[in-house]
């Protein structure tokens, strides 16, 4: 008896793991990748997407032979792939080759005779020749060094009209673009980066945020008097969180606004100049929970094609946008299984493969690109080439990989337009919601058609009008000889 | 007789006062009440078919939320609600209009949103993008047409003048929102009702 309930249990529960399994098969895109990635559609819903990246290697630094990073807060990768890492904590940065050999270490540098170090720098950079630029937060200032080591410059906290008397200098992130200029971003400024010439003098600030005002506190600070006003706070601009240069010398950087754009692209007069074409804007998540408020961005990484990711510091998570501002891939989480974080600070691409820094463990976590990352990567980059054929070809195996990824359709339906199949080019342009470029082709298809077509609908019109011609008259003629009878009869 | 029928609809949209005057005072009721409900279902029809098959360059739906039976509530409802307002504020104000007029002329209002809106389901197919501002010019032309025929509509079947019309039509769009207010009031608390009652049956019969 109570065996037979015993297996009766057995049958039930594998009748509904199959029922269950069989409804998951049919929605879950690619359910053996095992990965919770995703997508957001044309309609803001969130679709399964296979995994473009897979955490390969967690690294800390007992396995990299320099004992423990000690809060760690940011990383830089040169495009000949070696790898600096700004050891806060421990107040030097640890160079890697791209299979993490150690290069070297620096700790201290030679100024005016006399050995100097770091105290707490929260920023590094590296330019392509191996300048390597420090926020040396700790000692309130920004040392440039040669790749021999040898100091280049130090920029101390800078004298201007344009600064408060009070103004501390606090930089925390820097880049440097070709003309040698730098560009500090300084906790407690409100008014963009800092940016200074080639000498080292503070120039000007670039790329301010805007105020954004909440209706209803401008509603309470209009009503209340000037004691309460003074004592509630100010509506300041957002401070901006990090930022990175690209090839071409436009900074792209991100803030914590709550609304408004978060990802910013500047150029040289400051003005934002990201293309935002995508479906949706590109902030992170889309979809989220009042409690858990909009991702709150902590670190960009711009690399060629412009492709772009930003971290999502308080979710750990990655996305990546392509120049155009569609939603590419997402990776990383909070938690502690590998490819999670605890508080992740910074990425960087290596060549294909993502480093993430989590400063709370000292740990770098090696993101390796799936067949899907490769394949969608490649495409975007043959796209952004003009190369079509090949982007036609990358975009036709990312679909067979993955057929949520809307805007791909798009990239098949323009290589389509170029080669004159239009009406499979109009296809493709609806699956991915591209009015415009639909619009493109359906005028040349309309073309086409109305010329193949011309001479069986010029001859249907005039056989038309020759035929209702015709009718009219024979028509005229009846009722004339009617109206003929009934006057004949009356 | 069945063609004069189907030619009185467009006689009125041309001549709306001279139309609704007839409307009111020289046809047979019960052909026009026929007459209305065809034009609604028409409407019905139109306005499927249009979410369903209007083109891609003025028609990006999302297939999962379009739903005939909403597509029918939504002509149904409003027209209903219509009558159903104005009739409770022009019996209130002298208006001359029965329930039946107010409804038949309503109905016979509408038929602009068919006439045009029809074609250019098909025609919507064969547009660029540039050349969606004449689908969105005949689209709102259909619109005030029909407001236009309601306004005149109803200023002849209730004998108001011009400026007490427009300050009735006015009052009946507010009485809707009291109506549909209601309305949800009215189902919400069902709702509640029945839950109540649900969860007490529930409690008594789980109760060991």
């Given at each position: ?26 929605t879950?895109?690619?359910a ?22 897979k ?27 070696q790898i ?10 640890v160079?890697?080759?791209s299979?993490?050999?150690l ?7 030679m ?17 392509p020749?191996?300048q390597?630029?420090?926020a ?10 040669d ?6 410059k ?5 004298q ?21 200029r730098?560009y500090?971003?300084s906790v407690?400024?409100?008014?963009g ?38 004592q509630?706070?100010m509506?300041?601009p957002?401070?901006f969180?990090?930022?990175?240069i690209n ?9 914590g ?21 995508g ?11 009042t ?7 902590t ?26 501002g569609?939603?590419m891939y997402v ?10 974080f605890?508080?992740?600070v910074?990425?960087e ?5 993502f ?5 709370a ?8 690109s ?7 990567n ?32 798009s ?5 389509l ?27 040349l ?19 038309v ?6 009718g ?19 | ?6 030619k009185?609809?467009?006689?009125i ?16 009721q ?7 409900f ?38 149904v409802v ?28 309503t ?10 809106n ?10 660029s ?19 236009f ?42 709702q ?7 969860v007490v ?8």
């Amino acid at each position: 008896m109570r065996k037979s309930k015993h297996t009766w249990r057995v049958l039930l529960l594998t009748a509904l793991c199959c029922l269950i399994g069989a409804s998951l098969g049919g929605t879950l895109a690619y359910a053996d990748t095992g990965a919770s990635s995703y997508n957001y559609s044309f309609w803001g819903r969130t679709v399964a997407a296979p995994a473009a990246y897979k955490a390969t290697t967690v690294l800390d630094g007992k396995e990299l032979g320099i004992g423990a990073l000690k809060d760690p807060s940011d990383l830089h990768v040169t495009p000949d792939n070696q790898i600096y890492v700004l050891d806060s904590g421990n107040n030097r940065v640890v160079v890697f080759d791209s299979q993490f050999k150690l290069i070297r270490i620096i700790d201290s540098f030679m100024r005016d005779g006399k050995q100097e170090t770091f105290n707490n720098p929260q920023g590094l950079f590296v330019t392509p020749q191996k300048q390597l630029i420090v926020a040396d937060t700790g000692n309130q200032r920004v040392v440039e060094l040669d790749a021999n080591l040898s100091v280049i410059k130090v920029i101390d906290p800078p004298q201007s009209d344009l600064l408060n008397a009070n103004f501390k200098f606090q930089p925390v992130r820097v880049i440097a673009d070709q003309a040698h200029r730098i560009y500090v971003m300084s906790v407690g400024v409100f008014d963009g980066f800092m940016e200074f010439n080639q000498n080292g003098d503070f120039t000007s600030f670039i790329g301010a945020n805007r105020v954004k005002v909440d209706p209803t506190e401008l509603l309470w600070k209009r009503l209340s008097t000037r004691a309460q006003r003074s004592q509630m706070v100010m509506f300041t601009p957002t401070e901006f969180t990090n930022l990175d240069i690209n090839d071409e010398g436009f900074i792209y950087a991100t803030n914590g606004d709550v609304w408004g754009d978060t990802i910013k692209k500047l150029n040289a007069q400051g003005n934002d100049i990201l293309r935002r074409t995508g479906y949706f804007n590109p902030k992170g998540d889309i979809r989220y929970t009042t409690e858990q408020g909009p991702a709150r961005l902590t670190d960009i990484d711009v690399t060629h094609s412009e492709i772009y990711s930003v971290l999502d510091g308080s979710r750990g998570r990655v996305f990546t946008y392509n120049g155009d501002g569609h939603f590419m891939y997402v990776f990383g989480g909070i938690g502690n299984q590998l490819g999670q974080f605890k508080t992740p600070v910074a990425i960087e691409r290596v060549g294909d493969d993502f480093l993430v820094l989590d400063k709370a463990f000292g740990e770098i976590t090696v993101f390796k690109s799936t067949e899907y990352g490769r394949t969608l990567n490649e495409a975007t980059r043959a796209y952004y080439r003009g190369d079509e054929e090949k982007a036609f070809e990358l975009y036709n195996k990312t679909i067979n990989m993955n057929a949520n990824l809307e805007f791909a359709y798009s990239g098949i339906g323009k290589s389509l337009l170029r080669k004159g199949e239009y009406k499979e080019a109009l296809h493709y342009f609806e699956e991915s919601y591209d009015r415009g470029n639909y619009s493109k082709a359906f005028l040349l298809y309309r073309k086409q058609v109305l010329r193949e077509h011309f001479p069986t609908i010029m001859t249907g019109i005039v056989v038309v009008i020759i035929a209702a011609f015709i009718g009219r008259v024979l028509w005229k003629r009846k009722k004339l000889r009617r109206m003929r009878g009934v006057s004949i009869e009356s | 007789m069945n063609r004069e029928l189907i030619k009185y609809p467009f006689y009125i949209i041309m001549h709306p006062f001279n139309g609704f005057w007839d409307l009111k005072y020289d046809r047979t009721q019960r052909n026009n009440v026929i007459i209305s409900f065809v034009i609604l279902f028409l409407l019905i029809i139109t306005n499927i078919l249009s979410s369903e098959y209007s083109g891609f360059i003025v028609n990006i739906m999302n297939p999962d939320d379009m739903n005939s039976l909403m597509e029918i509530a939504y002509v149904v409802v409003p027209v209903l609600f219509w009558c159903v307002a104005n009739w409770s504020l022009t019996t209130l104000m002298n208006g001359e209009g029965r329930f039946v007029d107010i409804f038949t002329s309503t109905c016979f209002a509408l038929v602009p949103l068919i006439v045009i809106n029809f074609p250019w389901i098909w025609l919507s197919k064969v547009i660029s993008l540039q050349e969606t501002a004449f689908y969105y010019f005949f689209s709102s032309f259909a619109v005030f047409w029909s407001l236009f025929l309601l306004f005149v509509g109803n200023m002849t079947i209730h004998q108001y003048s011009p400026s007490k019309t427009i300050g009735m039509i006015l009052l009946t769009v507010v009485a809707m929102g009291f109506i549909a207010f209601i309305c949800l009031l009215f189902f919400s608390l069902t709702q509640q009702m029945v839950s109540f009652v649900n969860v007490v049956y529930k409690e008594l019969a789980l109760r060991r």
